[in-house]
């Protein structure tokens, strides 16, 4: 028997060794006679016995037909993978039987949880390049904190970033002076960044604490809404998930004291807290729309907090500080 006989017999004994051999025998694909053989298999299989208690030498194939044979076989094995797949289709890794899934997913079913409804503001600051959504929102939660504080403007923000940046404490005074006496606006004024494009990773740690620095500077400002006599109109826009809420902050003289009035449009549902020492005025809307509250303010130069929650995107109220001067 040639080279290119062996060989194929060789795969044919392959592919019975990897399967049962009583399977193997009892398929009826197997019994039908292929090029005019009989079931070869079997006859190559018993063909020693035979030749010794017959004399007959086996049967075997010329070298051009060993192709024939070959294509043959293959689509007797692809018929019977297919039986097989139908018969007994494969299960996944964490499957113990089959099992049928709906092709759509029940709407009641779903389970969502919604990004923290403030951190969209961040697409309205003046940043070179994002933060990563954890990161400004632990900044904006710290600015929310410390919006109250007496601390000076360049204390403020060296706490509200120094988590980011543990024993860095001068480094972070040392930056915070640079953003607090320029206008910058981008770490590339601190130091040349390689990439403006970088991801946040990726930047230095000093341009890491630059442009936290420059992010908190923002939020703080975006947080306190400052009127006067002088100035007694104010308005302040916040990018929330469910749209954009639109204030407006009023302060009116009247004699020896005076009236504050914030006016909003809502983008969802809302309530309205405004605060001030010993006063409180609480606005509520069932839906999107205007709303506004009002307080007589005893005495000038009194700091006031407007609240500002939307449960239907987050269960913590958005704090502004509006301090009112003459």
Partial sequence: MNSDSESFHHQLLSWVLADTATTFESSSVDRQEIDGVDNPL?????????????????????????PTVQERFQAVLKRRLQLQIQNQPPLFPWETQLLDYPDYADEQSLVLVPAWGWVAQQSKLNLPIALPESIFRQLLEKCQVLLTSSLPLGAKLVQVVEDLFPN??????????LVLRSNVRSPETLETMPDLQSDYANL?????????LIAAK??????????SLANPVVEREWLTSAGVLQLKVEYQSQGQTGKLRVAGKLPTQG????????????????NSGNLSVELHCQQFNQTYTLEVDFPEI???????LITPTT
């Fill in 42 to 66: 079997k006859q190559a299989t018993t063909s020693t016995s035979g030749e010794l208690e017959s004399g007959v030498k086996p049967q075997t194939f010329q070298l051009g037909e060993i």
């Fill in 168 to 177: 860095e404490g001068q480094a972070l005074n040392d930056i915070a002076g």
């Fill in 204 to 212: 230095k740690q000093r341009q890491q604490m630059a442009l936290s």
């Fill in 218 to 227: 923002q939020l703080l400002d975006n947080l306190t809404i400052p009127v």
């Fill in 271 to 286: 309530v309205f807290t405004l605060k001030g020492q010993g006063t409180r005025a609480v606005g509520q809307s069932a």
């Fill in 314 to 320: 987050e269960q913590q109220p958005l704090v502004f």
